[in-house]
T-cell receptor, first 113, second 115 residues
Framework: AQSVTQPDIHITVSEGASLELRCNYSYGATPYLFWYVQSPGQGLQLLLKYFSGDTLVQGIKGFEAEFKRSQSSFNLRKPSVHWSDAAEYFCAVGVSNTGKLIFGQGTTLQVKP | EAGVAQSPRYKIIEKRQSVAFWCNPISGHATLYWYQQILGQGPKLLIQFQNNGVVDDSQLPKDRFSAERLKGVDSTLKIQPAKLEDSAVYLC?????????????FGPGTRLTVL
């Protein structure tokens, strides 16, 4: 069955520190992978996506993610976190023939001053 | 370009009452999705429309939930009667097509509280 796991429910980092949010997926075919961010009271905003090609993808707001097929992972990274990055982050896999998104349970990021 | 619009933004009802949510997708987007997001969880797809036809409603509790997309544009999601466990944020999203490579754009959501 298709699924997405985000092992870390809550992460706290200091402003200016680096960040890595973990995502593991289970999907039989080539996965279409997405990272979304959700700020309080807001809808989901797409950060980046991976379909094929270069396994390191760049997104908005200085985020990047690396697809590792051997580890079934698609971890999100940022070299230097800003206070405005505090939000909830969701990893998702897109079902190829319908477009349905299967989401992980999310990781809440807190940024310390 | 206008984004996905949803209304109302907040709704409080008592159990066994009915409620309806409205969604207006991005102009030209053929595919529309309704997701339910329970506190502390990721969104879960309830129903997917391609134009005005249903593509996937396998996770829609059809005994109490219904949805329609007349004329292939706006959509409404209805709950009747509501239960306590229906308290959640209901997100509407749209995309140009209905493939896994299509980016979905989300509205701000409707937060439903059932008392």
């Amino acid at each position: 069955a298709q699924s997405v796991t985000q092992p870390d429910i809550h992460i706290t980092v200091s402003e200016g520190a680096s960040l890595e949010l973990r995502c593991n997926y289970s999907y039989g075919a080539t996965p279409y992978l997405f990272w979304y961010v959700q700020s309080p009271g807001q809808g989901l905003q797409l950060l980046l996506k991976y379909f094929s090609g270069d396994t390191l993808v760049q997104g908005i707001k200085g985020f990047e993610a690396e697809f590792k097929r051997s580890q079934s992972s698609f971890n999100l990274r940022k070299p230097s976190v800003h206070w405005s990055d505090a939000a909830e982050y969701f990893c998702a896999v897109g079902v190829s023939n319908t477009g349905k998104l299967i989401f992980g349970q999310g990781t809440t990021l807190q940024v310390k001053p | 370009e206008a984004g996905v619009a949803q209304s109302p933004r907040y709704k409080i009802i008592e159990k066994r009452q009915s409620v309806a949510f409205w969604c207006n997708p991005i102009s030209g987007h053929a595919t529309l999705y309704w997701y339910q997001q329970i506190l502390g969880q990721g969104p879960k797809l309830l129903i997917q429309f391609q134009n005005n036809g249903v593509v996937d409603d396998s996770q829609l509790p059809k005994d109490r939930f219904s949805a329609e997309r007349l004329k292939g544009v706006d959509s409404t999601l209805k709950i009747q009667p509501a239960k306590l466990e229906d308290s959640a944020v209901y997100l509407c999203a749209s995309s140009l097509g209905g493939q896994g490579t299509d980016t979905q754009y989300f509205g701000p959501g409707t937060r439903l509280t059932v008392l």
